[in-house]
């Protein structure tokens, strides 16, 4: 008898199914969206180098003189808002300003000491106007670290912000005799609005290739002086294309951030992203928790930007409500996506579930770095994932990145005592992750830090799987699961070794962040006398729910955190000390990522924590620790 043929519509069900299993399996419609973002992206900058018109400058120009973008708003900030057509005729006010009073000439690097304003981004586009190259300052930044960034800039000019005119001291101008300071003040912009709106030649942006230097944006210096990454036109350009095509930012989208233009992640997947698809970009002068939301909802944002603690902040402010309607505003706004790094995997649900955010575009890199990882997440599927790509991707790219044992001793790849070669690690194993490099011709993906080859050095590995090839080392440890998901470790430096273990303080960090009692820590490892490696100690926030009158967490407060930590890590991994920071708040950069240098180095010293509380574990609970225990300590009489 023969068999009874499978009905078409049977079949094409059976089809669709095995495709959307594979589609989830290998991630096959993810792929192809990274890939139809990064293809034209590249193309486009291959056409701008080509035709000379790679500088940003270009992007504005065009923008502001076509009868379909010229109207369009292309800045928000505060109560004021520019079409492209008035920010174009203000940039090249501001240009030939600089260019004829200051004498700012091709190539030339000018400081720009800002805040987030208006006045910023329309000098920073007149010095690109002028062929010139802005050095963005971190406008925080007094004394030595100051006079260091403005003097590896050999910037003859720095531009300052009124408002932060008094971080640029005596002792740096001193110093800095060459240098001239000038106070953009309103009435010096009135006298720059006064010049003629006459465009330039292009004889003055000729030559910017690809490599060639856009921006200096400098490091955080967490661990030292900053360094002066050098920012291509090329990174510049592949950033903006890429990102705004990743998140699907079209002319319509409004881009807000309170992120600091100084540092890379506002600058490009911000800035530069806005600019290049012709949307508008609103910011704030800084970051603020109370002000944050009341702005966005002001200029009509639809993507908004974080970096490092900025959700856990605005997740653990209160809830603010209509004076008029009592209505919660949590929800109340257009963002359908939150863009940025650093968003811990305790926060990630919760922000999302209490804004009403769709999508999440979490991203890894640095601003010197040669690649980056990247996580569009509208599910639970990659929640946490600083990076995820399927088969197809891996296949094409994949060999661009490659994540290799470290030891923790040296701070240093591990190499293979037989072959000299690095070593990957097991799927699911961390390790640091390195970035390929053209072995022939480094400079072509990594230009490396301006003045300073000694630093530059340090960053290119050779001979890691084969003799003579090249990877940028960025100093962070990842693991890699088998659904090709990426997630942040530890940063080299900050993982300590106790009981002949490596503790990850970004785990342990998680774990804390579970408890209800904690608003935030930071998690570190500290020298103990009479003991090997580091103990694990956590400086800690708590919720004002889980701290008496005094500011001192309770009883049961430090009873469930302990039974907490015991379940959630193993033994040489719990945070053997508590640190209470009483002020409500711990030192982070201007982008609020974490300071662990200062508590690192202060230890759980009675006499060097101030009138922080610590305590320590003991049995079931956490208990103060004072001087008379650290004296035990120093004797050898307590063993942990």
């Not at 981004?121 to 403005?150: D, R």
Request: charged residues 20%; contains cysteine; aromatic residues 10%.
């Amino acid at each position: 008898m023969a068999a009874l043929p499978v009905s078409l519509p049977v079949a094409a069900s059976a089809l669709t199914a095995a495709a959307a299993y594979l589609n989830a399996r290998w991630q096959v419609s993810y792929d192809i969206h990274l890939l139809k973002s990064i293809v034209p992206t590249v193309a486009n900058v291959a056409w701008w180098t080509q035709r000379d018109r790679v500088n940003f400058f270009y992007r504005l120009e065009d923008l502001a003189t076509s009868k379909s973008s010229e109207n369009r708003v292309f800045l928000r900030f505060e109560d004021k808002a520019y079409t492209y057509a008035q920010a174009y005729d203000t940039v090249l006010r501001y240009a030939n300003f600089l260019k004829d009073r200051r004498g700012v000439k091709k190539g030339e690097m000018v400081a720009l000491d800002f805040q987030n304003t208006d006045t910023f981004i329309f000098l920073l586009l007149a010095l690109w106007a002028i062929g010139a190259v802005p050095a963005l300052i971190n406008y925080n930044l007094t004394g030595a670290a100051l006079s260091h960034c403005i003097k590896r800039a050999n910037a003859r000019l720095m531009l300052v912000d009124p408002t932060v005119a008094g971080n640029v001291g005596e002792d740096v101008k001193t110093e800095l005799s060459g240098t001239t300071f000038e106070v953009v003040t309103p009435q010096l912009e009135s006298q720059m609005l006064a010049f003629d709106a006459a465009r330039p030649a292009d004889e003055l942006r000729s030559g910017a290739a690809g490599e060639a230097m856009g921006i200096l944006i400098y490091t955080s210096g967490t661990t030292g002086l900053p360094k002066a990454a050098i920012v291509s036109w090329a990174k510049v350009a592949v950033v903006g294309g890429f990102t705004s095509r990743l998140v699907g930012t079209g002319k319509d989208d409004v881009f807000y951030t309170a992120m600091p233009l100084y540092h890379s992640t506002a600058m490009l997947l911000g800035f530069a992203h806005t600019l290049n698809v012709g949307a508008t970009f609103a910011m704030s002068r800084k970051f603020s928790t109370r002000h944050f939301w009341d702005d966005v909802r002001k200029h009509g944002a639809t993507i908004i930007q974080y970096v490092g603690e900025t959700c856990r902040y605005l997740l653990s402010a209160p809830t603010k409500v209509d004076p008029v309607t009592g209505e919660n505003l949590d929800k109340r706004h257009k963002v359908r996506v939150a863009f940025g790094n650093g968003l811990r995997p305790d926060v990630w649900n919760a922000f999302k579930e209490r804004y009403g955010i769709e999508t999440i575009a979490e991203f890894y890199g640095a601003t010197e770095g040669s690649f980056a990882t990247w996580n569009v997440s509208r599910n639970d599927f990659s929640m946490g994932s600083v990076g995820r790509a399927g088969v197809l991707y891996n296949l094409l790219l994949g060999r661009s990145i490659a994540i290799v044992e470290v030891d923790h001793e040296t701070e240093l790849p591990l190499r293979d005592p037989k072959t000299g070669f690095c070593v990957r690690t097991p799927e699911g194993e961390p390790g640091e992750l390195l970035f390929s490099l053209p072995a022939k011709n480094v400079e072509a993906r990594f230009q490396g830090y301006y003045g300073d080859t000694g630093a530059t050095s340090k960053k290119i590995m050779r001979d890691v799987f084969t003799k003579g090839d090249a990877w940028f080392r960025t100093g962070d440890v990842v693991r890699r699961d088998n659904e090709h998901r990426i997630y942040f470790n530890d940063r080299i430096g900050d993982t300590f070794r106790w009981k002949s273990e490596n503790v990850s303080t970004a785990e342990v960090a998680h774990i804390l962040g579970l408890h209800p009692a904690v608003q935030e820590s930071n998690v570190y490892g500290v020298e103990l006398p009479e003991h090997e490696g580091r103990a694990g100690c956590a400086a800690v926030i708590f919720k004002p729910s889980a701290v008496g009158p005094d500011g001192v967490p309770t009883g049961e407060t430090l009873k469930g955190l302990a039974e907490h930590v015991r379940a959630g890590l193993p033994k040489y991994a719990l945070p053997l000390f508590l640190r209470v920071a009483k002020d409500g708040s711990l030192e982070s950069t201007g982008t609020n990522k974490q300071q662990k240098v200062s508590l690192r180095n202060e230890g759980v010293d009675p006499s060097k924590t101030g009138s922080d509380d610590v305590f320590w574990l003991k049995g079931a609970s956490y208990e103060r620790f004072g001087s008379s225990d650290w004296s035990a300590l120093h004797g050898g009489k307590v063993k942990l």
